[in-house]
């Protein structure tokens, strides 16, 4: 509750499916336990219906890193007027949002892709398009070694191209780590960020990276500790965002 309020944003890591037909709606509304209901407006996928377990709910893929803008949020407690009047039933949470950019094209090696690589991609309410001018989209993760960027790149990559725990030897330049998934998605990791240095050296890095044509989607990959961020992420964070011309970006709370 504390994080999904209204304008804050939400970021679908894996493909997510929504239904597109109101009428499914009332199933999904009667928790047993404690239930989220999140509304798009404005998104963007893949209808499902055709191949679907369960084609009657209308089903639609939204895309991987899709992120999406909370307009609204309700939680029905116990004290909540609606719950009271016995509209609602207690437990259940609703997210009201905008889709502020529909994600990367799922990859080519995913099962959902290969029974749509025929399909049309459909535009549910929507007219804008994810990477319509065909520039080269980047993913970027930025964290400490053990944080868990590697194993997220190689679930975006659909096969293991980066290593945990690589570093770079002292006295070389500093590089990132690169692989280019297809034409227009490349991921980028920050390989050894063990002390001060790297992490600027890395900054000057991705500072000279963002001088490059393309879109960039940059996400630091952090970890908690009994409730508390780890010091040494938050030092990584404080470096990179003081050094290099950052001015959005995500944060991946990883367990």
Same mark, same amino acid.
């Given at each position: 509750e504390t994080l999904c309020r209204a304008g804050a944003s939400i970021l679908l890591y894996a493909p997510t499916a929504f239904t597109?037909?109101?009428?499914?709606?009332?199933?999904?509304?009667?928790?047993?336990? $404690?239930? !989220?209901? !999140?509304? %798009? #407006?404005?998104g963007i996928g893949y209808r499902l219906a055709p191949f679907s377990v369960y084609p009657q709910e209308h089903e639609v893929i939204v895309e991987p890193i899709a992120d999406l803008f909370i307009q609204r949020a309700e939680a029905f407690t116990a004290d909540h007027p &609606?719950? *009271?009047? #016995? $509209?609602?039933?207690?437990?259940l949470h609703e997210l009201h949002t905008a889709m502020k950019t529909p994600g990367f094209e799922l990859l080519a090696g995913s099962p959902?892709? &290969?029974?749509? &690589?025929e399909r049309e991609k459909v535009r549910v309410n929507s007219s804008g398009a994810g990477n319509a001018n065909g520039s080269v989209q980047y993913v970027l993760m930025v964290g400490n070694p053990g944080a868990g960027k590697s194993t997220l790149l190689n679930s975006l990559a659909n096969k293991v191209v980066f290593h945990s725990g690589c570093s770079i030897a002292s006295g070389l330049m500093y590089k990132l780590d690169k692989h280019q998934v297809h034409e227009s998605l490349v991921l980028l990791d920050t390989p050894g960020l063990e002390d001060e240095r790297k992490r600027r050296q890395a900054a000057e890095a991705i500072t000279e990276a963002l001088k490059q044509s393309g879109h960039y989607r940059i996400f630091f990959v952090i970890q908690e500790h009994q409730g508390r961020l780890v010091p040494a992420d938050k030092a990584t964070m404080r470096i990179?965002?003081? +050094?290099?011309? @950052? +001015? *959005?970006?995500? @944060? @991946? %709370?990883? #367990?």
């Open positions: 597109s037909d109101p009428r499914a709606l009332p199933e999904f509304k009667e928790p047993g336990s $404690e239930r !989220t209901v !999140t509304y %798009i #407006q404005d &609606r719950v *009271s009047m #016995q $509209e609602v039933k207690e437990g959902v892709k &290969r029974k749509l &690589r990179v965002l003081e +050094t290099a011309p @950052i +001015t *959005s970006f995500g @944060i @991946i %709370i990883n #367990q």
